[in-house]
């Protein structure tokens, strides 16, 4: 770990950072926006559109462990860099070949590329800082994704108004373009790693799913991302169901995507008041609240409404799940553990929205939310129990 007299050179490479990250975000939330409209354009039914959003974490589930102990050894160059091309290659195939098939590959790629960046970045800003300023560093993480989650959906949904399906992905991999030119322009160096890179080939995953606090991270973390990635599902699937434009949905979205902004800058007013595990409760009991209530109506203000303080609850908790991550996760294994995480968080992924999906086709769109709900509430009760549990 970086004594205090060398955290200021390793602070100025977390803008170039965030730089990469922002521009390969946009890519990724457009494009997953746009694969659905696209797909729903192109008569797919809701449970393909299921399917499809499903891809997007099938190949981070089988890869995301493996993957996270590479990234303890090599750093962050290498892996940033392929994770970029693939999210290139995920907006371009849309793009060049209109298909339902397509999109399913497209949707693999771009999801293998984000999560692969997204680990590599944030074991990257783990190592770059102190503890003491861990959160804070990962509030501007968070905010930078803020930022992208505002902006890839409202582009993606006014591109596709304005250009049409396939101009859209390409404007996407424009963005993903740029960032890789950030990364090779500044050249950004891995930061000093705290244990010898051969720690994480030794432990065994078993070992973290064993410790009850590092299991509760795992755990409250994929329900939280869970509840994210579902919104990205479901809100343009019950948007097209009741008419509104794609415009409108990506405005729905993008008003999620502030409100994380918003909720990120007031992050050193809530940690005055709430620890890392009263923020989890608290997110996942609101968040039930708003599932409870999103597919009950039709009015566009009181949809935006909802979708900010959904935005608000989901976006405070990034920060404090990542600092959880690295300070409970054992030396050397920081990666290892990302990796874990991301495993769980992308199988939740992969069956949820096929199940969703196909609740969706079967018994409407009310079911599927309150389902939802019930999951996020029996989640806030299970992360409450978890603050009574002894410090690792």
């Not at 939280?224 to 809100?235: E, P, Q």
Request: proline share 7%.
């Amino acid at each position: 770990m970086d004594t205090p007299g060398t955290a200021p050179p390793l602070a100025r490479q977390l803008l170039p950072m965030m730089a990469v990250l922002v521009l390969t975000h946009l890519a990724f939330t457009g494009g997953r926006v746009a694969l659905s409209l696209y797909a729903i354009a192109l008569h797919a039914p809701t449970v393909v559109v299921g399917l499809q959003v499903s891809l997007l974490s099938v190949l981070p589930m089988l890869l995301s462990v493996r993957l996270g102990r590479w990234i303890d050894r090599v750093g962050l160059q290498r892996p940033a860099r392929i994770a970029i091309v693939l999210t290139v290659l995920g907006a371009v195939l849309p793009a060049l070949w209109p298909s339902v098939p397509l999109l399913c590959l497209a949707s693999m790629l771009l999801g293998s590329g984000f999560m692969l960046l997204h680990m590599t970045v944030y074991n990257e800003v783990g190592h770059a800082v102190t503890p003491e300023t861990r959160v804070r560093a990962f509030t501007l993480l968070a905010l930078a994704f803020s930022l992208s989650t505002v902006l890839g959906p409202v582009v993606a949904g006014l591109a596709i108004d304005l250009l049409g399906h396939r101009s859209t992905f390409g404007l996407l991999a424009l963005f993903a373009v740029a960032a890789l030119a950030v990364l090779a322009a500044l050249r950004i160096r891995s930061a000093p790693r705290p244990a010898a890179a051969g720690t994480a080939a030794r432990g065994r995953v078993l070992d973290l799913l064993r410790a009850p606090r590092m299991r509760a991270v795992f755990v409250t973390s994929g329900l939280l991302s869970m509840a994210w990635d579902m919104f990205i599902f479901m809100v343009p699937v019950q948007g097209a169901r009741i008419g509104l434009s794609a415009s409108t949905i990506g405005a729905i979205m993008g008003c999620f995507g502030v409100a994380t902004f918003v909720v990120r800058l007031a992050m050193p007013f809530l940690q005055k008041r709430l620890d890392e595990w009263q923020t989890l409760v608290l997110s996942l009991a609101v968040t039930a609240a708003v599932y409870l209530l999103f597919p009950l109506t039709t009015a566009v203000p009181l949809l935006l409404a909802l979708a900010f303080v959904n935005g608000l609850s989901l976006g405070c908790t990034q920060p404090m799940v990542m600092s959880l991550v690295h300070a409970v996760a054992p030396p050397g294994r920081s990666g290892e553990a990302l990796g874990v995480r991301s495993t769980i968080m992308n199988a939740s992924q992969v069956f949820l929205p096929i199940l969703f999906g196909g609740l969706g086709s079967a018994a409407g769109m009310v079911p599927a939310f309150w389902v939802l709900a019930l999951l996020l509430g029996g989640g806030s009760a299970y992360a409450r129990g978890a603050t009574r549990l002894p410090p690792p």
